[in-house]
């Protein structure tokens, strides 16, 4: 891939879960009621590996669900005007608990809207947080991260790509017009 810069390599991307697993359960006073939603594609392996770091600081690994949002990618020219939730059964219980949405790249923020009205159909949880690896700004709703990997400012016209070994065989951050 032909790209303008590397942002993050596999140690940065590593450091950055590990701090946002520190982050988490620091806020919520541990685990208890916790759960990691990964939004379908590469939040679920960022889940997982955020439940891991947990897994190593708490003892105890949170449930993970994942979240299949038909793509409204923001990076890419060709997209829907809203998304649209694929599948509504997410893997694990929301009602009462503290869900945290893991995702790579925030951008509009119009994809996470859609994952939290997706879990909120699912039943009332007590809280929702959001995760993101990279936040790339250019926000077209209110919606702000409660725990960011790194924030990128960006223009538009460029392309914020988080590649990771589960699904891309490497583990970096680049960016390309």
Known sequence: MNYKAEIMDEKAIDRALIRISHEIVE????????????IMRRGVPLA??????????????????????????DDLTTKLEQPIVKKRDIGVDVIGKIVVLVDDVIYTGRTVRAAMDAVIDLGRPKSIQLAELID???????????????NVP??????????LEEVDNVNKVVISE
Do not use: C, F, Q, W
């Open 136 to 150: 790339r700004g250019h926000r077209e709703l209110p919606i702000r991260p409660d725990y960011v990997g790194k």
């Open 154 to 163: 960006t223009s538009k016209s460029e392309i914020v790509s988080v590649m």
């Open 27 to 38: 806020r919520n006073k541990g685990i208890e009621n916790l759960v990691l939603i990964g």
């Open 48 to 73: 997982n590996r955020l439940a891991r770091y947990i897994e190593r600081i708490e003892g105890k690994r949170p449930p993970i669900g994942s979240l299949d949002i038909t793509l409204y990618r």
